[in-house]
């Protein structure tokens, strides 16, 4: 595992947008791996300023929530559209995100699962961390070799969450995610953390014990994970 500790959130930014640029200037049609959360966004802008064509670059998010009405400005698939796929000049076709409004989410979640694989899997996985250890809406308690599938959220995600929405009670209940066995074959990690708030969970994470309870955890079993984080949030390291 590499750690770099960069001063900045920003800076993190520039740091994995450095290596993901490196990866599609050597393969012009990889398949990234995209999250939303506030920590990948530096990621995101700092790659709109590197000259490098993403035409051809496939994308999956890494989840989606279930039952928002198509549209909805905090939808994942509109977080990546606007963040992602109009600010870095991907091809629309070229970017999934799980059907969290399909009338038998269970067979979403199960159809995007085999649509990463048939893609070929995932070059670089970009990630977040929740508070709570999570990553994508992988739970405390998801199985570490769970698949995509419908999972519900703990209030404390739904919290953390409800500042995007106009009430607490906006925020869904459940959601569509990649699962951790999912995330697994990923063939690189990128995981983005910042803000001091996130000190304690990245020390367990990459430290403490491999166990459900931290899902982030799983990370330690990957043989090529890059951690970028701030100097806030490598505190405890
Ligand atoms: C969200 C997302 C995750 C993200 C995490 C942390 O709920 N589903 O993919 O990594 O929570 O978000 P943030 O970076 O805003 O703290």
Do not use: W
Request: hydrophobic letters at 45%.
């Amino acid at each position: 595992m590499e750690i770099f500790v960069v001063p900045t959130a920003s800076a993190t930014g520039s740091v994995a947008a450095g290596i993901l640029a490196a990866v599609v200037r050597s393969k012009p049609d990889a398949v990234l791996g995209l999250a939303t959360g506030g920590s990948p966004l530096p990621i995101y802008k700092a790659l709109a300023e590197h000259s490098v064509e993403m035409g051809a670059v496939r994308g999956f998010a890494l989840d989606e929530y279930v039952g928002l009405p198509a549209g909805h400005p905090e939808s994942y698939a509109e977080v990546i559209r606007r963040e992602v796929t109009v600010r870095l000049g991907l091809d629309p076709a070229n970017v999934a995100v799980p059907d969290g409004g399909a009338p038998d989410p269970r067979q979403a979640a199960a159809d995007y699962d085999a649509a990463i694989a048939r893609a070929g899997g995932i070059d670089v996985q970009i990630l977040g961390i929740g508070h709570n250890g999570h990553i994508a809406f992988n739970e405390p308690g998801s199985a570490l070799d769970s698949r995509t599938r419908v999972e519900v959220l703990t209030e404390r995600t739904r919290q953390a969450n409800a500042r995007y929405f106009a009430s607490p009670d906006d925020v869904p209940t459940q959601c569509i995610t990649q699962g951790l066995g999912t995330i697994m074959e990923a063939r690189h990690l990128l995981l983005v953390v910042s803000g001091a708030d996130k000190a304690e969970i990245l020390a367990a994470a990459l430290q403490g014990p491999v166990s459900a309870d931290c899902p982030a955890s799983i990370l330690q079993r990957h043989a090529h994970v890059t951690v970028v984080a701030d100097e806030a949030a490598a505190a405890k390291l």
